[in-house]
């Protein structure tokens, strides 16, 4: 698969909330970075992630531009309380190796009504 078909099967299971599908796409030792959380390596703490985060939030994800250029999709998204973001993946051999993604971690933490950390 091109990188942005895996992207676009990405969106797809993110917006189900289907871990096991998301972390399939995924290389074995891909490495996820959200810059707003500490990076997570490898299906075992993938898999976590999409766990905590799918228990704790209600997210969707809605496309507004996604581009392909070589081994790299990138994505420009939103969800339906206004939040933004990118993400970048480098996909080779139509699995995701590794994942860049830019939001606002305290707007999202409001909007779903989460506690703020306190420094």
């Given at each position: 698969m091109r990188p942005k078909e895996v992207l676009q099967q990405f969106v797809e299971a993110f917006n189900r909330t289907d871990v096991e599908k998301l972390v399939s796409?995924?290389?074995e030792?891909?490495?996820?970075?959200?810059v707003a959380e500490?990076?997570?390596q490898g299906h075992d703490a993938i898999r976590k992630m999409f766990v905590e985060s799918f228990a704790n939030a209600?997210?969707?994800c809605i496309v507004e531009n996604m581009f392909e250029d070589g081994e790299w999709a990138?994505?420009?998204w939103r969800d339906p309380q206004g939040?933004?973001?990118?993400?970048?993946?480098?996909?080779?051999d139509s699995k995701i190796t590794f994942q860049r993604?830019?939001?606002d971690k305290l707007t999202f933490l409001r909007q779903q009504g989460l506690p703020i950390p306190r420094e």
């Open positions: 796409l995924y290389h030792e891909a490495i996820n970075h959200q500490e990076t997570v209600s997210m969707t990138i994505m420009e939040l933004r973001g990118c993400g970048f993946f480098h996909v080779i993604g830019y939001w």
